[in-house]
């Protein structure tokens, strides 16, 4: 994963107000294998930001690989 990939959580994460399939960005790796997400609405206001493992998430592909390649 890297740095402003489009990531999707593929958990819930309750205390947050955050459900499987929400998305978001990853700014920041935090340590091998944990990111910081930002969660915002389609307005691009901030509802949530926490840190993720990445295996709670996955990430979004908007061009198939053989194009982007």
Known sequence: M?????VALTTDI???HLR????????EILAPGIVEVEFSDL???SHAMCA???S??????HIPDAIAA
């Open 14 to 16: 309750s205390e947050k």
């Open 43 to 45: 307005d691009g206001n």
């Open 56 to 61: 709670s998430l996955m990430v979004l592909h």
């Open 2 to 6: 890297k740095t402003l990939e489009a």
């Open 20 to 27: 499987r399939g929400q998305v978001g960005t990853l700014v």
């Open 52 to 54: 993720i493992p990445e």
